[in-house]
């Protein structure tokens, strides 16, 4: 039996090259390309729609991790869904690692496929990356939704999470190299993963770690000491949408968070959903994903 998964991104990326998404490779720099899923065709009226970015965790491409949020709003928003470097289609030859260059290209294909403001949406590493984002060009980023994610990923938030999670590093949970370390990373980052047999959990691993040594080296740069972090002050409004029982970054990490950010910032949390939060609590995590991009533009009605 062939790999399920080659062919589930088969049929996924027809379902969205039906509802009027198409992937484009943007060259962001030469050596640096990135993979993004874009609206089908860049009209005078798909201008005039809201733009809203979709940036990923480490677990999965873009796509396949933002799935049925795009489903939910491709009709009524400008749906842009980049692959962050070293998933999916999207590489560079520079040694850079950091947050900062994520951020960076991220913005730059942004800029380059037309993107003058944006909702970022981001989910854990993908939340971090968004950071960024508005922290550099906050011209570009006017509002985020940030998902089981940090600022930074400072030592102190890193060992609390890893003594609760069991890890020595980050690493050894998120780039398993056996069928029981995948089975592992699921069911901690869900609240209530199903039984699924090994063959699955083998078949991801044969195809989500193309680029491990990268991965690694994207992890090690994300791990800042305590005393070289400054919280960046952020005149965008933030809405925290988080999954009740994370295990990663937990309730405590978000109320912390939403203490730093101040008066912009909102909390909501999802009840009986872990880190997956996006897909264990699907209608719930839309509902309110389409509340908070509504309230922005109705904001914007009245200014």
Known sequence: MGNIFPVYKFILHGVMKLVGMRPQTVEIEPGTIMNFWVPNKITEKQKSK????FIHGF???GITTWQF???????DYAVYVPDLLFFGGSTTDKP???LEFQAECVAKGLRILGVERCTVVGLSYGGMVGFKMAELYPNLVESMVVTCSVMALTRSITNASLDRLGFKCWSDYLLPDSVKGVRNLFEIAAYKFPHLPDWIYKHYLEVMFEHRKESEELLDALIVDDKDFTAAHYPQRVHLLWGENDKIFNMETANNLKLQLGDNATLQSIEKTGHLVQVEGLFVYNKELKKFLSSLLEENVHE
């Open 50 to 53: 809201p733009a809203v970015v």
């Open 59 to 61: 677990a999965m491409d």
């Open 69 to 75: 949020q795009v489903l939910s709003l491709v009709k």
């Open 96 to 98: 850079d690692r950091s």
